[in-house]
């Protein structure tokens, strides 16, 4: 099924007004495994010239697109589905190599976006108008009534990540398409063969040329460009809040959506189900090697019963398993890059010459950090603070809720947090007070179920995603006030 988007060599193409093309110039972007560092693929280095020729191709579909009724687009989507699960062992192949994710997490992957695109249509057909009568304002009569639509906003570019490039594209790409949008896709590179991938899941599906198209390229060269472009009418971008700063201050009169960083704080108060505290943390930690915006990231316990979590903690880890997910299905995989490696092992050794206690890990073969938990992490170590994207937890002991609450909302992140507890009003009074867009009581920080509002506060994001929102987001109501003459 794929074979059209790449040629020889696995020089991979793009898909521009339904048809899958190369560079003029014949520059690629090399992309090669995290695993073995083996070359995975190319994919054309687009120039600035080449942003204006989608965008316009993307402008253009999109008039078109528009006028297509509610049902057919969903059909559209439902066999976007299929055609996605049909496909998973071959998508789940181009995952692990790669992204290096592992083959449990990338089958998950797609089905749950399969799911997602699925409920995307179900819920696009079911959000219904609205007629507003005149009279239930004061000082107005009953002869105007306002009739209230909505409509898509134009192109939407949407940037994905490399750490769900499946997911999050299609988490984009399936609520902007269903309401009359077109989309430009700017994958990550990282991440680029699966976004082109899934590109053509949905052109299989019958997405009309022009309606979806890609687009490949450093982000040095084409990123800035891409998202000033006056043709863009709506930014997606799921990355890191350092990116997601600088599109916020370029961009001028765009509407944003974005996902960002996270620090996220599981808080352990006395009188939690410390076996159930322990399989979160090491679960919501250690998946896909903690490079996950939603990734546990440092755990906030009260002092009465942090040795025996710790312990607990410890005693989980022991069940991980650590290696190459080409080989067997492991845990703990090597991160993306070594920039990645090397940041976070610089924060395993500042919080070593600090003074925390390292209890397990801390060590590192090529870019595979094995499974680091620190104890006794005070407020001067880097690990309290930073997002280390990589397997490595801190615990913070504290007196009191009081001072787990004070400590997580001092972070500049504020995707989600998590406290255990077996009292109702305390999970309230933690859950009210933390600075975040989400809590999560008794369980591990973690996105989903994908009709859920998902969003950030502070430097983690901009707006609020989950399939409805994401759809009421790249969509704007449009009122019709109908005048009645008597």
């Known amino acids: 099924m794929f074979n059209c988007i790449k040629c020889e060599n696995n020089n991979f193409k793009n898909l521009i007004n339904g048809e899958w093309v190369g560079n003029k110039d014949n520059k690629v972007i090399e992309i090669y495994s995290p695993l073995d560092n083996s070359l995975v693929g190319t994919v054309p280095a687009m120039t600035q010239e080449d942003i204006d020729h989608v965008i316009q191709v993307a402008k253009d579909g999109q008039r078109e697109w528009s006028k297509v009724p509610m049902n057919e687009r969903a059909e559209i989507l439902y066999k976007a589905a299929d055609i996605l699960v049909e496909n998973a062992n071959e998508l789940v192949d181009i995952m692990i190599r790669e992204i290096g994710k592992d083959r449990k997490s990338s089958k998950s992957e797609i089905h749950r976006t399969a799911d997602f695109i699925r409920f995307t249509a179900d819920t696009a057909k079911n959000m219904a108008g609205e007629s507003i009568p005149g009279d239930t304002f004061p000082g107005f009569k009953r002869n105007k009534i306002s009739v209230v639509n909505r409509e898509p906003l134009g192109v939407v570019l949407a940037i994905s990540p490399f750490n769900y490039p499946i997911n999050l594209s299609a988490s984009k790409i399936a609520p902007a398409i269903i309401v009359g949008n077109s989309v430009v896709l700017k994958p990550a590179t990282q991440g680029s063969l699966c976004g082109l991938y899934l590109a053509k899941v949905f052109q299989?599906?019958?997405?009309?040329?022009?309606?979806?198209?890609?687009?490949?390229?450093?982000?040095?060269?084409?990123?800035?460009?891409?998202?000033?472009?006056?043709?863009?009418n709506f930014i997606n971008f799921t990355g890191s809040t350092e990116v997601g700063v600088k599109i916020s201050k370029i961009t001028s009169m765009v509407p944003l959506l974005m996902e960002l960083g996270g620090k996220d704080a599981a808080i352990v108060l006395k009188d939690a189900d410390l076996d159930l505290a322990a399989n979160n943390i090491v679960a919501g930690g250690y998946s896909y090697s903690g490079q996950r915006c939603t990734a546990v990231k440092r755990i906030l316990v009260l002092e009465k019963v942090a040795d025996e979590l710790v312990k607990k903690v410890k005693e989980?880890?022991?069940?991980?398993?650590?290696?190459?997910?080409?080989?067997?299905?492991?845990?703990?995989?090597?991160?993306?890059?070594?920039?990645?490696?090397?940041?976070?092992?610089?924060?395993?050794?500042?919080?070593?010459?600090?003074?925390?206690?390292?209890?397990?890990?801390?060590?590192?073969?090529?870019?595979?950090?094995?499974?680091?938990?620190?104890?006794?992490?005070?407020?001067?170590?880097?690990?309290?603070?930073?997002?280390?994207?990589?397997?490595?937890?801190?615990?913070?002991?504290?007196?009191?809720?009081?001072?787990?609450?004070?400590?997580?909302?001092?972070?500049?992140?504020?995707?989600?947090?998590?406290?255990?507890?077996?009292?109702?009003?305390?999970?309230?009074?933690?859950?009210?007070?933390?600075?975040?867009?989400?809590?999560?009581?008794?369980?591990?920080?973690?996105?989903?179920?994908?009709?859920?509002?998902?969003?950030?506060?502070?430097?983690?994001?901009?707006?609020?995603?989950?399939?409805?929102?994401?759809?009421?987001?790249?969509?704007?109501?449009?009122?019709?006030?109908?005048?009645?003459?008597?």
Not at 205 to 222: C, D, Q, R
Not at 453 to 463: H, M, N, Q, R, T
């Open 204 to 232: 299989e599906a019958g997405v009309p040329n022009g309606v979806l198209n890609t687009i490949t390229g450093k982000g040095s060269e084409i990123g800035d460009y891409a998202v000033t472009h006056k043709g863009v």
């Open 316 to 486: 989980k880890m022991s069940n991980l398993t650590v290696g190459n997910p080409l080989d067997k299905d492991v845990d703990i995989v090597p991160l993306i890059s070594t920039k990645s490696a090397d940041f976070v092992e610089e924060l395993i050794k500042d919080a070593i010459d600090k003074g925390a206690d390292l209890v397990v890990g801390g060590k590192r073969d090529g870019n595979l950090i094995y499974p680091t938990l620190f104890d006794n992490v005070t407020g001067d170590m880097r690990i309290a603070w930073e997002e280390p994207f990589g397997p490595v937890l801190p615990i913070m002991r504290v007196k009191d809720k009081d001072e787990a609450i004070e400590i997580a909302n001092k972070s500049e992140y504020g995707l989600q947090g998590a406290v255990f507890t077996e009292n109702i009003e305390d999970a309230f009074y933690v859950a009210d007070r933390l600075e975040v867009g989400t809590v999560q009581v008794n369980n591990k920080t973690e996105r989903g179920p994908d009709h859920f509002p998902f969003l950030g506060v502070k430097a983690s994001g901009i707006g609020t995603q989950g399939i409805r929102y994401s759809i009421e987001s790249m969509s704007r109501p449009k009122a019709t006030v109908i005048n009645l003459v008597r």
